[in-house]
């Protein structure tokens, strides 16, 4: 965290003395509160790397035990509740079914009694024919079909069903990940610094149909056009030092190149600004936005 001596008011004791001026936020802290924002950024710093291993732990969970990911956990879910409705649903229909054979059979009983006292008074009357038989034999079966097959009761399957019906939706992960052992660098690669073959915190990046690349140089405050299987770059807008002028640019985050018109559209992240450069002509295109991330 590079720092300028000056005697200004402290943002922390809003008491004037000699401050320093921290280049991330801007604001100027004392000799005495200054220790105490490099801590704070010191335990930001912590803090991050202790969220970087939570996460890293995780993808180790993950990749050894994928049964506990959250969608099989879901789909797990899913299949319970399924598995209940469906549960719930036979019962309620065994209970209807069950109710009404109650009340089927007996009426059933009552014809197969009926004619059983037919057939009995012919024994005893001894006094039948063929007529009488299969009148017997009709009645017998009838109510034999009637008892298989009845009439006035089914089961009826819905079109739409009792439970919600899933289905995976997923995108194709890039296969760009393959080609990781074979990469090659085509800007930079020689290390931290203000050469124009190098960068320092290289953050957004434009490609044109020339396969020229437009990188956002954040830690030089500049925005660096990289021509396809060049050695080095060309400084195309800022590298005047970091400040809010027209002609400068204050950790600039992307960069977006217009061919038509021939201007590039910079998010200039610390001047709360986007800017667009034709050329030697400037102009802010959006004032007062925190253009970050």
Request: hydrophobic content about 30%; charged content about 25%; some cysteine.
């Amino acid at each position: 965290m590079a720092m300028a001596n000056n005697k200004r008011k402290c943002h922390t004791c809003d008491r004037e003395n000699n401050t320093y001026t921290c280049e991330g936020c801007s604001k100027r802290f004392c000799s005495t509160h200054i220790p105490e924002h490099q801590q704070r950024l010191i335990d930001e710093l912590n803090h991050i790397s202790h969220g970087y291993n939570e996460f890293k732990q995780r993808i180790n969970e993950q990749k050894q035990n994928p049964q506990n990911h959250p969608l099989i956990k879901q789909i797990d879910q899913w299949e319970t509740n399924s598995i209940e409705k469906v549960q719930q649903k036979a019962q309620d229909c065994r209970e209807i079914i069950i109710e009404f054979l109650r009340t089927f059979i007996n009426a059933i009983e009552m014809k197969f009694n009926d004619l059983n006292r037919q057939i009995q008074q012919l024994h005893k009357e001894n006094d039948f024919n063929e007529i009488n038989l299969n009148y017997l034999r009709n009645q017998l079966r009838k109510i034999t079909e009637e008892l298989n097959n009845p009439s006035n009761i089914s089961i009826q399957q819905n079109s739409q069903p009792c439970i919600n019906d899933i289905s995976i939706i997923s995108t194709k992960i890039s296969k760009f990940n393959k080609w990781k052992q074979n990469g090659i660098t085509v800007a930079g690669g020689n290390g931290k610094g203000k050469k124009l073959n190098r960068f320092n915190f290289p953050y957004g990046i434009f490609i044109d149909k020339k396969k020229n690349i437009f990188i956002a140089d954040l830690g030089n405050d500049r925005i660096v056009e990289w021509k396809y299987n060049a050695k080095k770059g060309q400084i195309i807008a800022g590298g005047n030092r970091l400040a809010n002028r027209m002609n400068q640019l204050k950790y600039p985050t992307d960069v977006i190149v217009d061919q038509q018109n021939h201007s590039i559209i910079i998010a200039d992240w610390c001047n709360s600004r986007v800017i667009q450069w034709i050329n030697r002509n400037r102009q802010i295109l959006i004032p007062n936005i925190g253009c970050y991330g």
